[in-house]
């Protein structure tokens, strides 16, 4: 009996690992097509409302900006992409024993919450990441057309496109903000009860440790080092890299527009 219950164990983490990866293919999917038809719905209806636009003045994105936007975004999207691979390596540690004060064989409620915490935050930033790199995919169409309407005889509709795709762009920059912010606040909010209750059984689980190096020493009847608690590294320098990266890449182009 306990050994097909230790068999059917692994399978139904099989299972639920399958489950979530096949939800997060989904909601990506449905985040990209739903934020095309809805930004292009309100495109629609501005342009109905507002008497269409107006081809006469500068484009939003124009020259520098455009280029400012696409590496913000290239740049965030990277950032996240550190931030998603972060949390799925802390999951793995803390799932492995290698966090002193989150022990996953003791039955601790706030070490599965932490668990299942860092799971969301994985999945949410493993869409929104996606949608980033897309969004630069057509903030790169958008140059595309700004470059094919600096010749002599351009298509005359390419300036009404091109306040179109300024107009979807900046939608789309806001609604991906807006929700990495509500996420940030209730993640956050988790978070802070979650480190609540670890501190508030960090004496206890302190307290096993000792007892266990104490009966280690016993038993092997020999002089040995105490294990002092592991505790969780600093963050790595790929999302400090990208953060210097991306500000690195707006003064060069400020510079370049003061000159220009």
């Excluded at 006469?56 to 996240?80: E, G, N, R």
């Excluded at 803390?94 to 915490?117: C, L, M, R, T």
């Excluded at 799971?119 to 057309?145: E, H, K, N, Q």
């Excluded at 104490?214 to 002089?223: D, I, N, Q, V, Y």
Aim: charged fraction near 20%; glycine fraction near 6%; aromatic fraction near 12%.
């Amino acid at each position: 009996m306990k050994e097909a219950n230790a068999h059917e164990e692994p399978h139904s983490e099989q299972k639920s690992a399958r489950e979530r990866l096949d939800r997060r293919r989904w909601r990506f999917k449905a985040a990209l097509l739903g934020g095309i038809a809805g930004i292009s719905l309100i495109v629609w209806w501005v342009s109905r409302t507002m008497g269409g636009p107006n081809v006469h003045t500068d484009p939003l994105l124009k020259s520098a900006p455009q280029f400012i936007v696409l590496s913000l975004v290239v740049v965030f999207a990277a950032y996240l992409r550190q931030l998603s691979s972060g949390a799925v390596e802390l999951r793995n540690k803390i799932v492995g024993g290698e966090i002193w004060n989150y022990p996953p064989d003791h039955g601790y409620s706030f070490v599965q919450k932490k668990v299942e915490a860092l799971d969301r935050t994985a999945d949410t930033l493993s869409v929104a990441g996606p949608l980033l790199i897309w969004l630069a995919v057509f903030a790169t169409i958008r140059i595309g057309f700004d470059a094919i309407s600096k010749f002599v005889s351009p298509w005359p509709w390419i300036p009404t496109l091109l306040v179109w795709f300024d107009l979807g762009i900046a939608i789309w920059l806001f609604c991906t903000f807006a929700c990495l912010g509500l996420f940030h606040f209730f993640a956050r909010r988790e978070e802070d009860k979650i480190r609540l209750a670890a501190i508030e059984k960090e004496p206890e689980i302190l307290k096993r440790l000792r007892e266990k190096g104490e009966a280690a020493e016993k038993r092997f009847a020999s002089p040995a080092i105490p294990a002092t608690p592991s505790l969780p590294g600093p963050p790595s320098r790929g999302a400090w890299s990208s953060i210097v990266l991306l500000f690195g890449t707006l003064l060069w182009l400020a510079s370049r527009q003061t000159k220009t």
